[in-house]
């Protein structure tokens, strides 16, 4: 396999975009990452994007996306793997150029979520979960990550105010990017008073609807070393896993199998361990989500996720800095779009370019991007070379 | 929903019809054809255990729009006592007294209606013993 190297990166700012259309953001991020990466045309490309069918009642991105970006007849895929999609793109385009395949491949992710209601949003986003025998049943998303809560809360001794503090880590390191929807500081009293969604989680234990996109360019080391003019990062390990769909089918409730297993895959290839990690982007798309992914990824004992992030371990300045972007609490969490996003900040900081919310000497990151209840997972690691 | 789709799925839902593993064993609810275990396609068609424990649960106060008229309402987490765990609704309990680890038997209930002319659907929802 060659080595592939992160050349380019493109996002615009995230929030409720009424004013444009899913083609519009897409191709603005894609032109930015482009024009960032210093490329004169690209080989490929692969778009995340979980339901822009019940979002846009559009389907066939792979061909409307290359169409309105301008590079037809390139070969274009649209994956999906709700909302870890972006995080498989990024898989899809480093497998394309790591085998030969393709030289240079953008890899976008995007999801245009507030042209549909509430309601719109909330039906399409539990397509995620099984149809039959847990959305039938009348769960909503919320309601899954909210019963991960209370048996991590029963199992370990994790506290109302440990979830709070994740979302008031989250929303104060997003209050250092200029492209956060929710830049907004908060406190745990304002998260354990805000309106209950499903017991025991908040509104602002949950991530919010948003429209948006982000894209990068993948490129092979080699060619990459002339073309870039950037510090070079590569992606040195990229894992995937598969769990159950249902929640209630796993052995345990507060366990990420999935990511567990992605994890493990790209920690040996990468030959890594937790310790060697600088910062990581993971998907906390309700707070609970965020404690049980870092001691899945082995950065805190398993049920110590709570008691770490209250001790300011995950916090900007303290051991490992988690979601310095925000993450998808105060970022926003346009479905496909988030696991590209990921890869975006962790390259940000690799290349110091992070500003006022840079990790000092950042030199390995992993992002971790997570779909549905944790039924697909993929874990990257990416290195300044 | 389109009616093959509801019909299809009425064992389950009206009779609790599951797949036993003749090979390791191993109770799937819905069934399946292939065990995940042991690879097996030799399945006996049983019955679930109406009674279980809940191991954890949720109350759900944002409903999707077919269920807004039932909210707040509690939805657990169930093991029944034959292992088999499930997810459904908790009713006629106390939103407020519910336990991880507090008994409950399956009924046959009315799930949600599809509108004025829509299907009624029903299935299988909990209630403390």
């Keep these: 396999m060659r080595e592939v190297a992160i050349i380019g990166l493109g996002m615009n700012k995230w929030g409720e975009l009424w004013e444009k259309s899913l083609r519009d953001i897409f191709t603005e991020a894609a032109l930015e990452a482009i024009k960032d990466s210093g490329v004169d045309h690209i080989d490929s490309m692969y778009v995340g994007c979980m339901s822009s069918g019940l979002f846009v009642d559009q389907e066939h991105l792979a061909s409307l996306l290359a169409d309105y970006l301008g590079v037809t007849p390139i070969p274009s895929a649209r994956v999906e793997s709700a909302c870890a999609s972006g995080g498989l793109a990024v898989r899809m385009g480093f497998l394309d150029v790591a085998s030969g395949m393709s030289d240079i491949v953008l890899v976008g992710g995007v999801e245009k979520m507030t042209d549909v209601s509430v309601d719109g949003a909330t039906f399409a986003l539990s397509t995620a979960a099984d149809q039959e025998y847990e959305v039938y049943q009348g769960i909503t998303f919320p309601g899954l990550y909210a019963m991960m809560a209370r048996a991590h809360m029963h199992k370990y001794g994790t506290t109302r105010e440990q979830l709070a503090q994740v979302a008031v880590k989250n929303h104060y390191h997003g209050s250092m990017n200029p492209l956060a929807q929710f830049p907004q500081r908060i406190t745990v009293d304002n998260v354990v008073k805000s309106v209950m969604v499903a017991d025991p989680l908040r509104i602002l234990d949950c991530s919010p609807i948003t429209d948006g996109a982000a894209a990068v360019i993948l490129c092979s080391l080699d060619l990459a070393k002339n073309i870039s003019k950037k510090p070079l990062i590569k992606i040195i390990g990229s894992g995937h896993a598969t769990d159950t769909i249902a929640l209630h089918s796993r052995n345990d409730l507060t366990e990420l199998r999935a990511t567990q297993r992605a994890a493990e895959r790209a920690y040996k290839m990468a030959n890594k361990k937790p310790e060697d990690i600088d910062l990581v982007e993971v998907h906390d798309c309700f707070t609970i989500a965020e404690i049980c992914v870092i001691e899945t990824l082995g950065f805190v004992e398993k049920g110590k996720g709570g008691k770490a992030t209250e001790d300011g371990i995950t916090t900007l300045g303290g051991k490992i800095p988690v979601n310095t972007s925000g993450g998808l609490k105060s970022k926003g969490h346009p479905v496909g779009a988030t696991g590209v996003a990921q890869v975006v900040e962790i390259v940000k900081q690799l290349r110091g370019e992070a500003g006022q919310r840079q990790v000092k000497n950042a030199k390995v990151g992993m992002t971790q991007n997570m779909g549905g209840s944790g039924g697909s997972t993929l874990v990257h690691i990416m290195e300044v070379v | ?129």
């Design chain 2, 1 to 129: 929903m389109p009616s093959p789709r509801y019909w299809r799925e009425i064992p389950q839902r009206y009779r609790l019809e599951a797949g036993k593993c003749k090979k390791c064993g191993k109770v799937y609810f819905p069934p399946r054809i292939i065990c995940a275990e042991c690879k097996s396609q030799e399945f006996e068609t049983i019955n679930l255990q109406r009674e279980g424990k809940i191991l954890t649960y949720t109350i759900i106060r944002v409903a999707p729009s077919q269920f807004v008229d039932q909210a707040p309402y509690a939805m657990g987490i169930v093991e029944l006592n034959d292992g088999v765990k499930i997810l459904s609704q908790i009713a006629d309990c106390e939103l407020d007294k519910l336990e991880i680890g507090q008994k409950v038997r399956i009924e046959f209930r009315k799930i949600y209606q599809e509108g004025e002319a829509g299907i009624i659907c029903y299935g299988y929802k909990c209630v403390p013993v």
